[in-house]
């Protein structure tokens, strides 16, 4: 099975956060616990057997956006974000562009560097004061960290390597698994998963993930809080795109304009939206 050389970046990630614990869970149900005050958006983590799933932790998973990076939100701000967003350890500053009028849901920060759009912080949980919203960022990016560690121990399915034409995986109907690219994971038109609600994948991809302009991932009887999409390299999704799963991303990840996501975005460097909808399952 592949491996990557960097794993989620651990020098940004574990090594400013050394002295934070997490608590790494999978299953069904609520995952919006935490130890910050404040509204944290409902939603399901991974549904299938714990063998199966990636776990993204008791924090990690109350989160539907988390960088380490910032948060980048360009064009009309007329994203829509549904679930908590947060960044660590950069200042709260970095996700400045992101409004609270584009989020249903808690922005968590380290400090209390959050302005928006000058008016409304409302959205906008930093600290410390109180120390429980920065450490619930931390422990979030820690338990994010370990996911990566997750999914990329998994070992691919007899005959589930490098699939599809240099990467290209249009047009296919994976069953669920866990399948291994050497290479970049192209989409440019559609791709299918076929399951059922319990049933999980995992791809691992050694290079990045591009999906092309339009291009979708349908799932049939999955669930996209069951499909983990782990990428070495960057993950563009293009103009109109349709993506559904758990996008896990040793680099940054960029949304064009008008692309959606049913999952989550969890990226090692940072997160650039464009008129988006991000929809936590």
Same mark, same amino acid.
């Given at each position: 099975?592949?491996? +990557?050389?960097?794993? !989620?970046?651990?020098?940004?990630?574990?090594?400013?956060? @050394?002295?934070?614990? !997490? $608590?790494?869970?999978?299953?069904?149900?609520?995952?919006?616990?935490?130890?910050?005050?404040?509204?944290?958006?409902?939603?399901?983590?991974?549904?299938?057997?714990?063998?199966?799933?990636?776990?993204?932790?008791?924090?990690?998973?109350?989160?539907?956006?988390?960088?380490?990076?910032?948060?980048?939100?360009?064009?009309?701000? =007329?994203?829509?974000?549904?679930?908590?967003?947060? =960044?660590?350890?950069?200042?709260?500053?970095?996700?400045?562009?992101?409004?609270?009028?584009?989020?249903?849901?808690?922005?968590?920060?380290?400090?209390? &560097?959050? #302005?928006?759009?000058? $008016?409304?912080?409302?959205? !906008?949980?930093?600290?410390?004061?109180?120390?429980?919203?920065?450490?619930?960022?931390?422990? &979030? /990016?820690?338990?994010?960290?370990?996911?990566?560690?997750?999914?990329?121990?998994?070992?691919?399915?007899?005959?589930?390597?490098?699939?599809?034409? *240099?990467?290209?995986?249009?047009?296919?109907?994976?069953?669920?698994? #866990? +399948?291994?690219?050497?290479?970049? /994971?192209?989409?440019?038109?559609?791709?299918? @998963? %076929?399951?059922?609600?319990?049933?999980?994948?995992?791809?691992?991809?050694?290079?990045? @993930?591009?999906?092309?302009?339009?291009? %979708?991932?349908?799932? /049939?009887?999955? @669930?996209?809080?069951?499909?983990?999409?782990?990428?070495?390299?960057?993950?563009?999704?293009?103009?109109?795109?349709? !993506?559904?799963?758990?996008?896990?991303?040793?680099?940054?990840?960029?949304?064009?304009?008008? *692309? %959606? #996501?049913?999952?989550?975005?969890?990226?090692?460097?940072? $997160?650039?939206?464009?008129?988006?909808?991000?929809?936590?399952?």
């Amino acid at each position: 099975m592949n491996k +990557y050389g960097s794993s !989620f970046k651990p020098l940004m990630w574990v090594m400013a956060l @050394l002295l934070t614990a !997490f $608590v790494a869970g999978c299953g069904g149900g609520d995952d919006s616990g935490g130890s910050a005050p404040g509204p944290s958006a409902a939603g399901a983590v991974c549904t299938g057997t714990a063998a199966d799933c990636v776990a993204l932790g008791t924090d990690g998973g109350t989160f539907v956006i988390l960088s380490t990076a910032g948060i980048t939100n360009t064009g009309s701000h =007329t994203t829509a974000i549904t679930g908590n967003i947060g =960044t660590s350890p950069i200042t709260a500053a970095a996700m400045n562009d992101v409004f609270c009028s584009e989020i249903t849901g808690t922005m968590y920060g380290v400090n209390a &560097a959050y #302005v928006g759009d000058g $008016v409304d912080v409302t959205c !906008f949980a930093g600290g410390p004061p109180p120390n429980a919203n920065k450490d619930l960022v931390d422990n &979030a /990016v820690l338990d994010a960290t370990a996911a990566f560690g997750f999914a990329d121990a998994k070992v691919p399915g007899v005959g589930n390597t490098d699939l599809g034409a *240099a990467g290209d995986i249009t047009g296919l109907n994976l069953a669920p698994g #866990v +399948y291994n690219w050497t290479t970049g /994971v192209g989409i440019t038109g559609n791709v299918t @998963l %076929t399951g059922t609600a319990s049933d999980v994948w995992v791809l691992q991809i050694a290079g990045g @993930l591009t999906a092309g302009n339009g291009s %979708t991932v349908t799932l /049939v009887g999955a @669930l996209p809080q069951n499909v983990f999409w782990r990428t070495a390299g960057v993950a563009a999704l293009g103009t109109t795109a349709a !993506f559904k799963g758990v996008i896990l991303s040793d680099s940054s990840i960029t949304l064009a304009t008008g *692309a %959606t #996501v049913d999952g989550r975005l969890y990226a090692a460097s940072g $997160v650039t939206l464009d008129a988006n909808t991000v929809t936590r399952p």
